[in-house]
Nanobody
């Protein structure tokens, strides 16, 4: 089991910055990759940023430049730095992890974990 708890959301003016955090607990050694997703009202959940256990990050083309994902493995925390925020960045932001564990018998167990989300609201 992996537990994810997001924080850092809030109300920010357009053009401002915000840093989200995701505290990770549980079977952290099983985590392979982590992501930030977001979901605006009436829209599908979309990927914002992706990072591997080795720290290699990747972003959808539309998200490159203003978002930076990072992870502090020693502190079991994932971050999302958001700069030059726009009205359309308003959404609930979710932390996600893909994990691979092995049972005592050596059988692989693959599972995904989600946080409860943190709301980001950008005002004009």
């Amino acid at each position: 089991q992996v537990r994810l708890v997001e924080s850092g959301g809030g109300l920010v003016q357009a053009g401002g910055s915000l840093r989200l955090s995701c505290a990770v607990s549980g079977d952290t050694k099983c985590i392979r990759t982590m992501d930030w997703y977001r979901q605006a009202p009436g829209k599908e959940r979309e990927l914002v940023a992706h990072i591997t256990s080795g720290g290699i990050s990747d972003y959808p083309e539309s998200k490159k430049g203003r978002f930076t994902i990072s992870r502090d493995n020693a502190k079991n925390t994932l971050f999302l730095q958001m700069n030059s925020l726009k009205l359309e960045d308003t959404a609930a932001y979710y932390c996600h992890a893909d994990s691979l564990c092995y049972t005592n018998e050596g059988n692989p167990v693959v599972f995904a974990s989600w946080g409860q989300g943190t709301q980001v609201t950008v005002s004009s």
